[in-house]
């Protein structure tokens, strides 16, 4: 569905974009701004992820002539993908930093298996190049704020999760953080869905950078093994040196490439999705990133971009 959006968008021509499809070929023609609508479940039912269309058409649509608004539907609340938490309070914030101009709204939460949520935003045109992104120090820690919601479930499963969350954090609180008592918000609701679901959002604020890490409930998994998944990867970040989290990194460096300058992230996990990113990047574009540290590990990225422009 993503290639299909990015198709309806430049007027393209695609082939292979089926199921069980080896090969696909795209051939974009001339980007068009207007009014968009996309849904994962157009054929039958599913939770296909609605977030990974969002960042399929973000940068095309910042390219059109004129403002867009896109309505997506499917799942934003399923694995592998970002969620729309996610998107909203850890994804868009940088971009728009760099000059993307976009809003964006959750209207229903999708999860597996009947998806059927559904994602508004709205983007303008950048009317010149992206600004460089530099982000190699996270400043000193501001906030922590745990999101746990239910969707048709007892708003019970919500709270457990959430003070499991707080245990865990009274046991192994990185000191940073302070003492005695942590200033915790947290935000305990029941979220409009077609189906069941639960989430649980950790979002640490630093003074130039937001981090956020998401559990997502199952049938038979406990609450407190979603709360316990989802501390156990704040963890890794925090205890870490590095900005970005590893999943930030990895959706920046598009970005990065088409701003005007010297972009230099560093981040707490070199990942092979952020290296295949890479490569895919420098087979269309003039230009070669230099990455710093082993796959697995803290490093450092850098490119200078192209200074991309309509």
Same mark, same amino acid.
């Given at each position: 569905?993503?290639?299909?959006?990015?198709?309806?968008? @430049?007027?393209?021509?695609?082939?292979?974009?089926?199921?069980?499809?080896? @090969?696909?070929?795209?051939?974009?023609?001339?980007?068009?701004?207007?009014?968009?609508?996309?849904?994962?479940?157009?054929?039958?039912?599913?939770?296909?992820?609605?977030?990974?269309?969002?960042? $399929?058409?973000?940068?095309?649509?910042?390219?059109?002539?004129?403002?867009?608004?896109?309505?997506?539907?499917?799942? @934003?609340?399923?694995?592998?993908?970002?969620?729309?938490?996610?998107?909203?309070?850890?994804?868009?914030?940088?971009?728009?930093?760099?000059?993307?101009?976009?809003?964006? @709204?959750?209207?229903?939460?999708?999860?597996?298996?009947?998806?059927?949520?559904?994602?508004?935003?709205?983007?303008?045109?950048?009317?010149?190049?992206?600004?460089?992104?530099?982000? $190699?120090?996270?400043?000193?820690?501001?906030?922590?704020?745990?999101?746990?919601?239910?969707?048709?479930?007892?708003?019970?499963?919500?709270?457990?999760?959430?003070?499991?969350?707080?245990?865990?954090?009274?046991?192994?609180?990185?000191?940073?953080?302070?003492?005695?008592?942590?200033?915790?918000?947290?935000?305990?609701?029941?979220?409009?869905?077609?189906?069941?679901?639960?989430?649980?959002?950790?979002?640490?604020?630093?003074?130039?950078?937001?981090?956020?890490?998401?559990?997502?409930?199952?049938?038979?998994?406990?609450?407190?093994?979603?709360?316990?998944?989802?501390?156990?990867?704040?963890?890794?970040?925090?205890?870490?040196?590095?900005?970005?989290?590893?999943?930030?990194?990895?959706?920046?460096?598009?970005?990065?490439?088409?701003?005007?300058?010297?972009?230099?992230?560093?981040?707490?996990?070199? $990942?092979?999705?952020?290296?295949?990113?890479?490569?895919?990047?420098?087979?269309?574009?003039?230009?070669?990133?230099?990455?710093?540290?082993?796959?697995?590990?803290?490093?450092?990225?850098?490119?200078?971009?192209?200074?991309?422009?309509?």
């Amino acid at each position: 569905m993503s290639a299909k959006a990015a198709a309806a968008i @430049t007027n393209g021509r695609l082939e292979g974009a089926e199921l069980n499809s080896q @090969t696909m070929r795209f051939l974009p023609g001339r980007i068009t701004n207007g009014r968009y609508c996309f849904d994962v479940a157009s054929l039958k039912v599913s939770a296909g992820a609605a977030g990974l269309i969002f960042q $399929t058409i973000i940068p095309v649509l910042s390219l059109a002539d004129g403002p867009s608004e896109v309505s997506i539907a499917g799942g @934003t609340h399923v694995p592998w993908s970002p969620p729309a938490d996610y998107l909203e309070e850890i994804f868009l914030p940088v971009v728009i930093k760099m000059g993307v101009s976009i809003n964006m @709204t959750v209207h229903t939460y999708g999860f597996y298996p009947l998806g059927g949520g559904r994602i508004n935003i709205a983007v303008k045109p950048c009317s010149k190049p992206l600004r460089p992104l530099n982000l $190699t120090e996270r400043g000193k820690f501001k906030s922590l704020k745990v999101t746990s919601a239910v969707a048709n479930l007892s708003i019970s499963i919500a709270e457990r999760q959430r003070d499991r969350v707080i245990k865990r954090f009274q046991i192994s609180r990185p000191t940073f953080m302070g003492a005695p008592k942590l200033q915790l918000q947290n935000d305990i609701k029941a979220v409009s869905s077609p189906g069941k679901g639960t989430f649980l959002f950790i979002l640490t604020e630093f003074e130039n950078i937001r981090a956020g890490f998401t559990g997502l409930g199952a049938i038979g998994k406990r609450a407190e093994a979603v709360a316990d998944e989802t501390v156990d990867e704040f963890l890794q970040y925090v205890n870490r040196k590095g900005t970005l989290d590893p999943y930030l990194a990895d959706q920046m460096v598009l970005y990065m490439a088409l701003a005007a300058g010297q972009s230099t992230i560093s981040t707490t996990r070199i $990942t092979n999705h952020l290296l295949t990113n890479i490569w895919i990047i420098e087979q269309f574009l003039p230009m070669k990133f230099a990455v710093k540290g082993d796959i697995g590990e803290e490093g450092m990225v850098s490119v200078k971009g192209i200074a991309f422009c309509r």
